[in-house]
């Protein structure tokens, strides 16, 4: 499977952007679906995943209630909205796909959109 993020840029804190993640190749629904980011300096870390059928969604502790991941199977598409941004939100956002399910580690995944720079300012 080929992914292709879109949807980063600058955001003042308390902003909201929506992410992107279009899949062409395999079955998109045989692919559980993830985002992670990396922030420079940082390693790569687990942001959302959403299920290969939309019903489980789980989400690191620091974007809970902010962000929300969800899927299209029709579309071929993953999203990320991500609400009440704050500066340490800012980072390259990646997305995964994996034929099992996507846990916190980046190690694990099969295959890796290209990212997109999200900048929050303060």
């Known amino acids: 499977v080929q992914l292709q993020a879109s949807g980063g840029g600058l955001v003042q804190a308390g902003g909201s952007l929506r992410l992107s993640c279009a899949a062409s190749?395999?079955?998109?629904?045989?692919?559980?679906m993830g985002w992670f980011r990396q922030a420079p300096g940082q390693e790569r870390k687990f942001v959302a995943a959403v299920s290969w059928g939309g019903g489980s969604k789980s989400y690191a502790d620091s974007v809970k209630g902010r962000f929300t991941i969800s899927r299209d199977n029709a579309k071929n598409t993953v999203n990320l909205q991500m609400n009440s941004l704050k500066p340490e939100d800012t980072a390259v956002y990646y997305c995964a796909a994996n034929m099992q399910r996507v846990g916190a580690s980046p190690y694990e995944i099969d295959h890796w959109g290209q990212g997109t720079q999200v900048t929050v300012s303060s």
């Open positions: 190749g395999r079955t998109f629904s045989s692919y559980y």
